[in-house]
């Protein structure tokens, strides 16, 4: 069966040539203008994939994008109208899977899109039962998304930023590069200005407490990446 795609766009002239484009490369794809549409479409039509627009009337695409990242994990690729940093760390965090700036060529929309599935489908029959991650005196809650301080106190975590630690603590005392980092949350690589990553790895050290002078958690290693410095205990 073809895999479904819903589009959450204003623009007309936009949506025909992903509802034709997609069309064409294998995909059944449905419409939407706004986040009431959107809402109606996925009960009814349960799609694979959801592309979202940043700018849309009433309800904007992040705040749609953060609302259904909370209770449900349809892979979403992002559209914004701008390609600067700002967007794609909020997007991230809100919970995108990917991020792709208009104007784009349709090719690379699909590679994205192909690419997004693969993923979500390779996720799939591998997913473990809820377990947490202990390090440092901290408890990475896998199943609740959350992190938890020795003195038990929550702290929530954008989806970014759960992505990211938990990358980076399934795998201690590994170097990341950013373009590893990058394409694990995004699926593609780090631009030579693209600075989302650091971003992530300065909020994540504020998160821990940990000294961004002299971090002992997450340490930079200098002309390669980022790794968790410390050990790790899984438990099931």
Not at 157 to 180: I, K, M, Y
Not at 202 to 229: C, F, H, W
Request: one cysteine or more; hydrophobic letters at 40%; proline letters at 5%.
């Amino acid at each position: 069966m073809s895999k479904k795609i819903l589009v959450v766009d204003d623009d007309p002239e936009l949506t025909t040539l992903l509802r034709d484009y997609l069309g064409n490369n294998g995909f059944t794809v449905e419409c939407a203008v706004d986040g009431n549409g959107m809402r109606t479409m996925i009960e009814r039509f349960t799609p694979d994939l959801l592309i979202l627009d940043l700018m849309l009337p009433g309800e904007d695409g992040l705040t749609l994008c953060r609302n259904l990242r909370a209770a449900s994990r349809l892979p979403i690729l992002m559209l914004t109208a701008r390609g600067d940093d700002m967007d794609r760390i909020i997007g991230l965090e809100m919970g995108a899977d990917d991020y792709l700036p208009k104007p784009f060529n349709p090719r690379e929309l699909l590679a994205r899109v192909k690419s997004i599935l693969r993923r979500a489908e390779d996720a799939s029959p591998r997913e473990r039962p809820a377990r947490s991650l202990h390090f440092a005196g901290w408890t990475l809650d896998l199943a609740a998304r959350n992190l938890i301080g020795a003195d038990g106190v929550v702290i929530a975590l954008s989806t970014g930023e759960f992505r990211l630690l938990h990358l980076l603590a399934e795998t201690p005392n590994c170097v990341f590069s950013r373009d590893q980092l990058t394409d694990a949350l995004s699926g593609r690589d780090a631009g030579p200005f693209d600075r989302t990553i650091d971003v992530m790895i300065s909020r994540l050290r504020r998160r821990l407490n940990d000294d961004a002078r002299d971090p002992q958690l997450i340490k930079t290693v200098r002309s390669e990446g980022y790794m968790l410095a410390t050990r790790v205990d899984a438990h099931g």
